[in-house]
């Protein structure tokens, strides 16, 4: 098989047959309530992936040269306006059967405190944001957000959905 090759990048993993692994990071922000806890979320806009859909109120793919946690404060001040010290969770490693042509690693963090007043930053991707407990998410959820959600201060730092 010839493989096509560009100097400055080699082929891609799809001309090598291969499957890309994507990284991205997660944020949940978290406060406590008469309720219980409650998660900051976001309602995704008219957006390709799971559009009016309910997900973290900022998560985005790592950039190269960046390291997920990086990606999740630079996700946190471009979508939200606010700062953190954020707290790392776990890790999802997740797949789609059905579309079996990458697979993903999304790294999760939470911030209980930070500097500023979440606000929608980027109308363009998010209708609204909002805050919920953890045990009455809203719907529709994103799916693998709702099963995250379900894992936040348990033990487990590595989780796998779709397999």
Request: glycine share 8%; aromatic share 12%.
């Amino acid at each position: 098989m010839s493989v096509p090759h560009d100097a400055g990048t080699g082929p891609t993993p799809q001309e090598l047959g291969r499957f890309v692994v994507v990284p991205a990071s997660y944020v949940y922000l978290l406060r406590e309530a008469e309720n219980g806890t409650e998660v900051l979320l976001q309602q995704r806009g008219d957006v390709d992936f799971m559009a009016w859909h309910w997900a973290a109120g900022a998560a985005g793919h790592v950039e190269r040269g960046e390291t997920a946690p990086q990606a999740a404060a630079r996700e946190l001040r471009e979508e939200l306006d606010v700062e953190a010290d954020l707290t790392f969770e776990f890790t999802m490693q997740r797949t789609d059967r059905a579309l079996a042509i990458d697979e993903r690693a999304d790294f999760f963090f939470t911030a209980r405190s930070w500097r500023g007043e979440p606000r929608i930053v980027e109308a363009s991707k998010c209708a609204q944001i909002g805050w919920f407990p953890l045990d009455a998410l809203p719907e529709p959820m994103v799916p693998h957000e709702r099963f995250a959600l379900a894992h936040l201060g348990g033990e487990q730092r590595y989780l796998s959905f779709g397999f």
